[in-house]
């Protein structure tokens, strides 16, 4: 059937087919190319393009209004230069945003950040003093810590940026008439959209085919409750768009979500001519809250600031009084906070998170909020669905049993008695299947009834019975435009369907029996029924009244993704419990279980039986259940709260339009990026973009990861700075004897400590035993009382060595400059040691050197040395800086110093290694007691 732009094509949408034919970008398959339906087994393949998809729906006999779910004139589309041109002339479709800072601004922000004012500061004290080398270079240092702060914010909002384009939601659109995946800021005017429940409504537009579309207007009106969509009708203008509210229109509105039916719209407005777009400036002015991590550190840096400047101004006090030069004494202040200021912290914190993020997304893992991050190394459940995230959901038909006598799909031709079970079951799939399930039933249809009476392609959809929370079964009506016969085809739950059929006590046993056999294969059950229906009377409203007879039974099978097992078997190292949720029957979701591992030698809890338990049963089953079968979404809340009282930090997977309460009461809500909805997605923290269960596994690991490396760095901070603090404030109470530190060398020691903290250990690769441990707890803070202990013993050890070598060189009797300049050497060589032992509190400095690549770590030390080595050999540069030359002995007296000063940490480092040690550590702690990884 051929389509040209611009013209109008009849197409008649039954079941789900508004989704159905827009092969989704979204499943892993590209439109226009080949979408095959294989059933590797039997060497069979039935190829389909997007094309044959919409001629499956288009080409179908035209009926009466009175006999179609719904029949529009459903306009071709626009054609790809249609929709550039549109696309230029209106601008991308998104909401009015915040301007970008211009580099003025964000140099201004950079300049207000109090080391820089210190700096700037300080440089005016020293022209003030008739110091203008002094001065300059100091101003020299203010552009350089501009440049690197920069270069870091451009890289987070690089990052940032990439994961917005990554999580930006997609609209499914007919363009050159097919149907395509698109972005949503590309949608235009004009653009033909297909949507169906769960997806957010990418443009003001106007329906003109519709079934059952409810939709959620309360971003626009408040109000929380769906209102009914009705296709456009005759004697309304295509083109006006009347308010959002009220019931049965046809108007449409973006950033509105379908939360039942599907139906067909063409744009009329987007960006900010839409009704979302005329309240865009009050959505800018709408601050994220602050997550529990940055309030801790933003508490950390306030005391710290405060109980610095009070120091600061304490030693300005002293050296005024004590030597009498009250404007040396200030910049002897200015270099005391300098020292003290922890003006990283924040730093660390803003570029872990973002780039944390950034790294989740390359192990196909979304973040939606930042603060999920936090959580993620406290996961102690996992609550999976079966379907698609354990298993790859590519079924395949392999089992057919009627009257007890099982059939093997792949044994041969098709026996007469199952010929009737395989038409019925065709019948009761959506015309242009999309679902792997209904995929898989029509191949097998394609196979074994092509060419026969038993396959109907001229007959006609009347009605659908869709599946409901109360009855695990649907039915479709079909007429036989021949006959005018109404026959229906019903499949579903072998329980749901036994009510359809009412089956007596005798019949339900062995029909029980024959299931509980198939799902101790691990094949997936469905049972299929059939009615006649007198033409001349009127449908009945619910599928029980229909006199159905039972048919069989069909055993689909679907493998287990490659490498679950091995991911399972990961979490339960890391004290992690995986629980399979699915609404498949018990003894199919047990066979599952014990495939990948998973514990089930406490059974299994079914829907049913959790409507029976008491909250206080349930908590207590949930402890020791980890296979839930026959569940609805709506017992996923019930199941998460269980869990939650019992103290668990509850991660959960989801990926309908009712699993959105659930997603959204989970400490952590993963929403399924491939299969899953719109409003699924946007109420999760986590999308994962495969859908793969070892995907979120690796997310937990990296999340832990980068927990672990967020730790290293706050500890490297917290330890650089007491020996800065120390050496710029002891001197000070020493009148006769030379200042250690000044401004200029505070400076150039933050060159060093602001990269080490926001890039080496951001890069640190996760340590290979980070899920050998069990999970931290929620309530322990970043800094801890252990990391604050080690911490501190590395700052005052390294304060410890760097002032003995000051001690050493005001006693051998060298110059001011020269004890200035060896202190300042030691005190640099120092900071380096620190770096290479705190990037593994496992591994010794060494052997994180050769096991662990970290390309940063080289250009950090290597540069920092470099700069070291020129500032000591240019005698310009060395008397900017207040240093003097160094011989053979002082080199080798600041090396040895820095290398004594974390001696102590890589012998107890070695210590927790031995066997016995680890043993005692182990008979200490609590058996319930969280741990942390320890990378």
């Given amino acids: 059937m051929a389509r040209q732009p611009g013209k109008q094509w009849k197409a008649r949408v039954v079941s789900r087919e508004p989704e159905l034919i827009g092969i989704r970008e979204r499943q892993g398959h590209q439109v226009g190319t080949s979408f095959p339906f294989l059933a590797p087994d039997r060497g069979l393949t039935l190829v389909m393009t997007a094309d044959e998809h919409l001629r499956a729906v288009a080409d179908r006999p035209v009926q009466r209004p009175e006999e179609v779910v719904g029949m529009a004139a459903i306009p071709a589309g626009l054609t790809s230069a249609e929709a550039s041109a549109r696309l230029a002339a209106d601008g991308p479709n998104e909401l009015p945003a ?69 999580s930006t939601p997609r609209g499914t659109v007919i363009r050159d008439g097919r149907p395509q995946s698109i972005a949503g800021r590309d949608v235009v005017r004009g653009d033909v959209l297909l949507l169906s429940e769960g997806d957010r409504v990418p443009a003001d537009a106007v329906l003109v085919e519709a079934v059952n579309v409810c939709v959620d207007e309360s971003a626009l009106t408040g109000e929380s409750v769906p209102v009914i969509k009705t296709p456009l009708r005759d004697g309304v203008s295509e083109d006006d768009m009347g308010a959002p509210g009220g019931d049965g229109t046809p108007w449409i509105f973006s950033g509105t979500l379908l939360v039942k039916g599907h139906g067909t719209a063409v744009a009329r407005a987007t960006g900010s001519a839409t009704e979302l777009g005329h309240i865009g400036v009050a959505l800018r002015s709408i601050e994220t809250e602050r997550t529990p991590l940055q309030r801790e550190v933003d508490r950390l840096v306030v005391v710290l600031a405060v109980a610095g400047v009070a ?11 004590t030597r009498g030069n009250w404007l040396e004494g200030l910049l002897a202040g200015i270099a005391t906070a300098m020292a003290m200021l922890p003006e990283e912290f924040p730093v660390i914190l803003t570029v872990f998170l973002s780039l944390g993020a950034w790294r989740l997304s390359r192990t196909r893992v979304l973040t939606r909020r930042s603060a999920v991050i936090e959580t993620l190394g406290s996961v102690t459940v996992l609550c999976v669905d079966k379907t698609g995230t354990l298993t790859k959901n590519e079924m395949t038909a392999s089992a057919l049993i009627v009257d007890g006598e099982l059939h093997d799909v792949g044994a041969g031709p098709l026996p007469d008695q199952y010929r009737s079970l395989v038409e019925s079951v065709v019948l009761a799939c959506p015309v242009a299947p999309f679902d792997p399930m209904d995929r898989a039933l029509a191949l097998l249809g394609a196979q074994f009834l092509a060419g026969t009476e038993h396959l109907h392609p001229q007959w006609l ?68 029924a059939q009615a006649r229906f007198p033409a001349d009377q009127q449908l009945p409203d619910r599928q029980q009244d229909f006199p159905f007879e039972f048919l069989g039974l069909v055993g689909l099978h679907d493998p287990v993704r490659p490498g679950v097992a091995e991911a399972v078997a990961e979490c339960s190292r890391a004290g992690i419990r995986t629980v399979m949720i699915t609404g498949d029957y018990p003894g199919t979701a047990l066979a599952i279980a014990r495939d990948i591992g998973l514990d089930h030698a406490a059974g299994c809890i079914t829907g049913p039986q959790l409507d029976e338990m008491g909250d206080a049963e349930l908590a207590r089953r949930v402890g020791e259940v980890c296979v839930f079968a026959r569940m609805v979404p709506e017992q996923k809340l019930r199941l998460i709260r269980a869990l939650q009282a019992n103290g668990d930090v509850v991660g959960m997977t ?5 699993d959105a309460p659930a ?64 050496m710029a404030l002891i001197p000070v109470f020493l009148a006769d004897w030379p200042l250690a530190l000044l401004p200029l ?14 890039v080496v250990f951001e890069a640190e690769a996760v340590d290979p035993r980070t899920m050998d441990v069990p999970p931290r707890g929620r309530s322990e803070p970043l800094v801890d009382r252990s990391l604050l202990v080690i911490s501190v013993l590395q700052g ?12 050493w060189a005001v006693s051998s009797g060298r110059t001011d400059d020269v004890v200035r300049s060896v202190t300042f050497v030691t005190l640099v060589l120092g900071n380096l040691a620190l770096i290479l032992v705190n990037r593994s509190r496992r591994l010794s400095a060494v052997g994180a050197l050769r096991q662990r690549r970290n390309p940063t770590v080289v250009w950090i030390l290597g540069g920092a040395m470099a700069l070291l080595v020129v500032l000591l050999s240019v005698p310009v540069l060395r008397e900017a800086f207040h240093l003097g030359g160094l011989g053979l002995v002082d080199w080798a007296v600041a090396l040895l110093a820095a290398v004594a000063g974390v001696l102590w940490f890589e012998v107890w480092k070695q210590r927790r290694a031995l066997p016995w040690w680890r043993g005692q550590r182990g ?13």
């Fill in 461 to 528: 959809l009347v009605r659908e019975y869709p599946l409901s929370g109360s009855l695990f079964a649907l039915s479709h009506v079909w007429r036989d435009p021949a006959t005018h016969t109404l026959t229906v085809a019903a499949k579903g739950a072998p329980e749901a369907v036994a009510d359809l059929c009412h089956l007596d006590a005798h019949q339900r046993v062995a029909l029980m029996g024959d299931v509980q056999a198939a799902a101790e294969r691990g094949l997936r059950v469905l049972a299929v």
């Fill in 98 to 166: 915040a301007r970008p800072r211009g580099l003025l601004r964000q140099v201004w922000d950079v300049l207000r950040q109090p080391m820089l004012l210190l700096l700037l500061g300080a440089g005016t004290v020293n022209f003030l003093l008739a110091e203008p080398l002094d001065g300059a270079v100091l101003m020299l240092f203010v552009l350089v810590v501009i440049g690197i702060s920069l270069v870091q914010e451009h890289k987070t909002e690089n990052s940032l940026a990439a994961l917005r384009e990554l």
């Fill in 654 to 658: 989801g990926d309908g339009v009712n």
């Fill in 923 to 935: 008979r200490r702690a609590s058996p319930g007691r969280r741990g942390r990884p320890t990378a």
């Fill in 745 to 758: 060398q505070i400076a150039f020691l933050q060159l060093i400590i602001d990269p080490a903290c926001s």
């Fill in 796 to 807: 005052l050890s390294a304060l410890a060595v760097v002032l003995a070598v000051y001690v």
């Fill in 311 to 321: 120091t600061a101004l304490l030693v300005v006090v002293v050296y005024g009084l």
């Fill in 663 to 726: 997603l959204s009461s989970a400490d952590i809500g993963i929403a399924m990026g491939a299969r899953g909805t719109d409003v699924a997605r946007e109420s999760a923290a986590l999308v994962i973009t495969d859908d793969d269960f070892t995907s979120i596994v690796g997310g937990v690991r990296q999340g832990r990861g980068i927990f672990a490396n967020l730790r290293k760095a706050m500890g490297y901070a917290i330890a650089v700075h007491i020996p800065i603090l120390g």
